[in-house]
Nanobody, 125 residues
Framework: QLQLVESGGGLVQPGGSLRLSCEVS????????IGWFRQAPGKEREGVSC????????YYVDSVKGRFTISRDNAKNTVYLQMNSLKPEDTAVYYC??????????????????WGNGTLVTVSS
């Protein structure tokens, strides 16, 4: 059974850092695109970053470029999202998601096939 479990969320001050983890089971990271998405209260779920299957090419939306870094560790079946220079507007529930196939950018949330339950990130002083 394919599962994704996020961890690493919490409360952080503006300018601080957090690292989110997405542990996957039931499938091989080499064959799936893994994306990070977020949803703030009252807003639509939006893509943040993704890492492609096989070659591990990374993509980011403009609002997080230069601040967030996605990476994966195939041996640990885990994908990470390192978030630096956090801003209050980064506050949201963060989800990881998976889909097969290939991408040339961060896909829309409705294109993803499998989802974790999310982890809350709050950026506040």
């Amino acid at each position: 059974q394919l599962q994704l479990v996020e961890s690493g969320g919490g409360l952080v001050q503006p300018g601080g850092s957090l690292r989110l983890s997405c542990e996957v089971s039931g499938f091989n990271l080499d064959y799936y695109v893994i994306g990070w998405f977020r949803q703030a209260p009252g807003k639509e779920r939006e893509g943040v970053s993704c890492i492609s299957s096989t070659l591990g090419i990374t993509y980011y939306v403009d609002s997080v470029k230069g601040r967030f870094t996605i990476s994966r560790d195939n041996a640990k079946n885990t994908v990470y999202l390192q978030m630096n220079s956090l801003k209050p507007e980064d506050t949201a529930v963060y989800y990881c998601a998976a889909r097969g196939g290939w991408v040339n950018g961060v896909p829309p949330h409705y294109d993803m096939e499998y989802w974790g339950n999310g982890t809350l990130v709050t950026v506040s002083s």
